[in-house]
């Protein structure tokens, strides 16, 4: 017997001529599932972001029933959820990570593991400038009309043409642009 349930149990005889004793008094008789789910099938990872990996995979059954699915990274267990997906929101950027699932039942069997998943999430862009350095106009290119900008803001403390960050426009943002003229 797999399923787990309450029974109940009533015995009663038989003679040769199929006379049918009185029915025994019922016993009725607790079964704990002791069936374990079937392991989660299919995991899939995907680093979405430097802090998301979106996480993904097939139902397990059970004889009983499913209650959820516990999620490991790393080998440690770091979370309970009921459906067959889950939004890690807890990496870092430039990191690997290695993940598997595994269902449980009502009854706290656990299935075994499902396939192991690794994932590296991308490497943090935050405190770099977006785009090229140098390409002050955002046009794909460090030229004329980069230097334009650049020499219109020369002296000034304009944050657009800074390009090393001292607090003002001069000799060495001019000498960065154009080590990089043409880029
Ligand atoms: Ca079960
Ligand atoms: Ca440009
Ligand atoms: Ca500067």
Do not use: C, H
């Amino acid at each position: 017997m797999s399923l787990g349930g309450t029974y109940k149990y009533e015995v009663s005889a038989y003679d040769l001529s199929s006379n049918e004793s009185d029915k025994s008094t019922s016993v009725t008789v607790n079964v704990k599932d002791q069936a374990k789910p079937s392991a989660p099938a299919n995991l899939k990872a995907k680093a979405v972001s430097t802090s998301r990996v979106d996480l993904s995979w097939s139902v397990s059954t059970d004889n009983v029933g499913v209650i959820g699915y516990r999620i490991y990274r790393n080998g440690s267990l770091i979370k309970k959820v009921t459906g067959n997906k889950y939004y890690d929101k807890a990496v870092k950027a430039a990191k690997a990570y290695s993940y598997y699932v595994k269902a449980y039942d009502a009854a706290g069997n656990i299935s075994n593991r499902s396939n192991i998943v690794k994932v590296t999430t991308p490497k943090s862009t935050t405190g770099t400038p977006q785009g090229k350095l140098g390409d002050l106009n955002s046009d794909g290119k460090v030229n004329i009309f980069d230097l334009s900008i650049l020499l219109t803001r020369y002296k000034t403390t304009s944050k657009l043409a800074d390009l090393n960050n001292s607090g003002k426009v001069d000799i060495f943002d001019l000498s960065i642009l154009l080590s990089r003229w043409g880029s």
